[in-house]
């Protein structure tokens, strides 16, 4: 099994990373989780996919929000290669019982396409005439 690429979240700065196209990455939300928040929220580019990985029992609230809970997790695929640094995008919000915004974590992700060496070779023999 291949391992996890996890990437620690912080509502004080934004993260930044690379992943492969089709790979899952998974975000360490636990650590930037603010103190008060009750419920959070993801939205992204739309190139990323966004997966809540939640026990059965574990709803969104009406307002599509996820309640804070530590057996919950976030996990992104993206299956197209970036045009630029940076061109993928995921935010985190964090609300408490009232539904106020408490904080926002920022990932700006490239998502990059690695290619075996035969598929090279296959490739380049194909152009040769």
Same mark, same amino acid.
Request: hydrophobic residues 35%; charged residues 20%.
């Given at each position: 099994?291949?391992?996890?690429?996890?990437?620690?979240?912080?509502?004080?700065?934004?993260?930044?990373?690379?992943?492969?196209?089709?790979?899952?990455?998974?975000?360490?939300?636990?650590?930037?989780?603010p103190?008060?928040?009750?419920?959070?929220d993801?939205?992204?580019?739309?190139?990323?996919?966004?997966?809540?990985?939640?026990? +059965?029992a574990?709803? +969104?609230?009406?307002?599509?929000?996820?309640?804070?809970? +530590?057996?919950?997790?976030?996990?992104?695929?993206?299956?197209?290669?970036?045009?630029?640094?940076?061109?993928?995008?995921?935010?985190?919000s964090?609300?408490?019982?009232?539904?106020?915004?408490?904080?926002?974590?920022?990932?700006?992700?490239?998502?990059?396409?690695?290619?075996?060496?035969?598929?090279?070779v296959?490739?380049?023999?194909?152009?040769?005439?």
């Amino acid at each position: 099994m291949a391992p996890r690429h996890v990437v620690p979240m912080s509502t004080g700065r934004a993260a930044r990373g690379v992943c492969v196209t089709g790979t899952e990455v998974h975000l360490d939300t636990r650590r930037s989780t603010p103190s008060g928040a009750a419920t959070f929220d993801v939205h992204a580019t739309p190139a990323v996919t966004v997966h809540i990985i939640h026990s +059965p029992a574990t709803k +969104p609230t009406a307002d599509a929000r996820w309640p804070v809970d +530590p057996d919950i997790e976030v996990v992104l695929t993206i299956d197209a290669t970036s045009r630029a640094v940076d061109d993928n995008q995921v935010k985190i919000s964090y609300y408490d019982g009232a539904g106020r915004e408490l904080a926002v974590s920022w990932l700006y992700l490239t998502c990059v396409e690695i290619r075996g060496e035969e598929s090279w070779v296959r490739e380049s023999d194909s152009q040769v005439s």
